[in-house]
C-alpha cells in the first residue's frame, strides 16, 4: 500500500521492501489477511509475551523481512486511551529501556490515519505480564508516563533495532484503564496466540469471572471491528 504521493504507507522507504506484522495473537492477524487478500504483507503469529515475540521477529528478519511492525491490542492507561483508540507511539518502553519508532514512516502513517482517527502518540509499555486491575494500569502509567500497555512491541523493537531496521508499533485499545479484567484471564490465550476454548469452564462457574469476560469481549471485538477499519483507511491512501 503507498500513499497518494508514492510514498509507502507502511514503510519507510522502497515499495518493493518486505514488511513483516507481528501479532500475538490468530484474531488480530486475521484482519490484516482479511482486508488485503494476496496484498498482505507476511505476518507472524507469535503468542503472548516478549520472548515469543521476539522469536517471531528474528525469524522474519532472518527471512528476509527489513521492516517490522508491532500491531494488534492494546490496553488503555491514561484517560484519554479509551476502547478503540488508535495507538501510534513515538516510542516504546520496556523496564528502563526506550525504542524510538522509525520516525519517517511513523509521520507517514500519522498524516493518513489522523484524517480519520484520534491517534494516541504517547509511549507504549510492554509489560510482562496482564493487568487486571485500574489500580494496577494506574500505578504503571505513574510509573512510566506510558499511555498504553501490551506484552509484544518492545520485543519487536528490540529485534528490528539489533539489525538496525525501522519498526514502529500500531495497536488499538481494547480494555480502557477503568476495566477491570477477570483472574486468570491469560488462560484463555495458548502459546501459539489461538483461543483456548477449554479454560472457558472456569469463567462459565462463576458470576462475577463470567460478567468481566464478556464485557472484555465486547470491548475486544469493538477494538478489532477498529483495527479493520485502520487497515482500510491506509487502503484508500493508496
Not at 22 to 35: F, G, M
Not at 131 to 145: C, F, I, M, V, Y
Not at 156 to 175: F, H, M, N, Q
Amino acid at each position: 500500500m503507498e500513499s497518494g504521493t508514492g510514498d509507502p504507507v507502511w514503510r519507510s522507504s522502497s515499495p518493493t521492501s518486505r514488511l513483516a506484522v507481528i501479532s500475538a495473537l490468530t484474531l488480530e492477524a486475521r484482519i490484516p489477511k482479511t482486508v488485503l487478500g494476496d496484498r498482505c504483507p507476511t505476518v507472524y503469529v507469535c503468542g503472548p509475551g516478549h520472548e515469543r515475540a521476539f522469536a517471531a521477529a528474528k525469524r522474519a528478519i532472518a527471512a528476509g523481512a527489513d521492516a517490522l511492525i508491532a500491531w494488534g491490542l492494546a490496553g488503555g492507561l491514561s484517560p484519554q486511551a479509551g476502547t478503540a483508540a488508535v495507538v501510534l507511539p513515538k516510542t516504546v518502553v520496556r523496564d528502563a529501556q526506550t525504542w524510538q519508532a522509525d520516525s519517517a514512516w511513523r509521520d507517514r502513517l500519522a498524516l493518513v490515519l489522523g484524517s480519520e482517527f484520534q491517534l494516541i502518540e504517547g509511549p507504549l509499555y510492554s509489560a510482562d505480564r496482564v493487568l487486571t486491575t485500574p489500580q494496577a494500569k494506574a500505578d504503571l502509567t505513574a510509573r512510566s508516563g506510558a499511555v498504553a500497555v501490551d506484552m509484544e512491541s518492545a520485543a519487536v523493537a528490540k529485534a528490528a533495532a539489533e539489525s538496525g531496521l525501522p519498526c514502529v508499533a500500531l495497536r488499538v485499545i481494547a480494555d480502557g484503564p477503568r476495566d477491570t479484567l477477570p483472574e486468570n484471564v491469560e488462560a484463555l490465550v495458548t502459546e501459539k496466540g489461538q483461543t483456548c476454548y477449554r479454560s472457558l469452564v472456569g469463567f462459565i462457574g462463576s458470576p462475577r469471572r463470567l460478567r468481566l469476560l464478556l464485557n472484555l469481549a465486547g470491548k475486544s471485538r469493538d477494538a478489532r471491528r477498529q483495527l479493520k477499519r485502520v487497515i482500510e483507511v491506509l487502503v484508500r491512501s493508496a
